[in-house]
């Protein structure tokens, strides 16, 4: 499927425009919708190629810069020791309010965009990977995948570094897929488990996968990226999106398919 990468909008905020990135499918019709959150490097050639890749599967994605207050617009953090230190400063420099705003925000702009049919998911990397998580606490989100979802195990998202993710589990009524790397040491072993534990003692409805891959493992650019995990972990990505927002997950008769017989 064919798409178009050159529409970009400057959603309001309680913290000044926000400059998001619009990818969608050529083809006229309507189509769920993506939000895609970026590591903390912001929207880099990797999550662009990201983004375009979900959009060819038959999506509406929008991809937020998750510094817009910080940083003018367009601004793209290199893959260095600069970048990421200036990436993790800004981090926890951010108010979590602002955060759970700018979600809302791009939830509201993607629910409402001509071409989305209103059902809504969320996809993360890294910061990106917590900032989903916290994203699927919004009622309309139907389902969130989060890729080694970075700081939720150690509470250390946002200003002062005390955010409340693990204590607003219950909140996140979609379908949760969360993804990691074993040899991943922003999120060792010990503090996945804190997170398993906690999805499952709030009765959270998620899947849990675990692979041989270090951090970065999905960034098609550097040592780190492993192609082969890329591609099962967009598989099953996918699938989740494909079943929870289009029609695969409801009964046949509200699919429009033949009414249950009782026998």
């Given at each position: 499927m064919t798409i178009k990468d050159n529409e970009q909008l400057d959603l309001p905020t309680p913290n000044g425009p926000m400059r998001t990135y619009v990818f969608r499918p050529t083809a006229?019709?309507?189509y769920p919708g993506l939000v895609l959150y970026s590591e903390i490097f912001q929207v880099t050639a990797p999550i662009r190629r990201t983004a375009a890749l979900l959009a060819g599967h038959g999506f509406v994605v929008a991809v937020p810069e998750v510094y817009h207050e910080f940083l003018p617009a367009g601004t793209v953090l290199a893959y260095d020791q600069a970048g990421a230190d200036k990436g993790?400063?800004?981090?926890t420099t951010k108010e979590?309010?602002?955060?759970?705003?700018?979600?809302?925000?791009?939830?509201?702009c993607l629910k409402a965009h001509p071409a989305c049919t209103g059902k809504l998911g969320v996809m993360g990397i890294c910061l990106g990977g917590h900032l989903?998580?916290?994203?699927?606490?919004?009622?309309?989100?139907?389902?969130a995948t989060c890729f080694y979802a970075t700081d939720i195990?150690?509470?250390?998202?946002?200003?002062?570094?005390?955010?409340?993710?693990?204590?607003?589990?219950?909140?996140?009524?979609?379908?949760?897929?969360?993804?990691?790397?074993r040899q991943d040491p922003h999120v060792p072993r010990e503090g996945r488990a804190i997170l398993y534990n906690a999805l499952t003692e709030a009765g959270a409805n998620f899947t849990w996968h675990e692979f041989n891959g270090q951090h970065a493992f999905l960034r098609d650019e550097g040592p780190r990226y492993d192609p082969e995990l890329a591609l099962k972990s967009y598989g099953?990505?996918?699938?989740?999106?494909?079943?929870?927002?289009?029609?695969?997950d409801l009964p046949a008769t509200e699919a429009g398919g033949p009414k249950e017989t009782k026998h």
């Open positions: 006229p019709g309507k993790n400063q800004l981090k979590v309010a602002s955060y759970d705003a700018d979600a809302r925000a791009v939830l509201a989903s998580f916290r994203a699927a606490m919004n009622p309309e989100v139907l389902a195990h150690k509470r250390g998202l946002g200003k002062d570094m005390c955010d409340n993710s693990l204590d607003r589990i219950k909140e996140i009524k979609g379908e949760l897929l969360m993804i990691w790397g099953l990505a996918l699938e989740l999106f494909k079943r929870k927002l289009n029609e695969g």
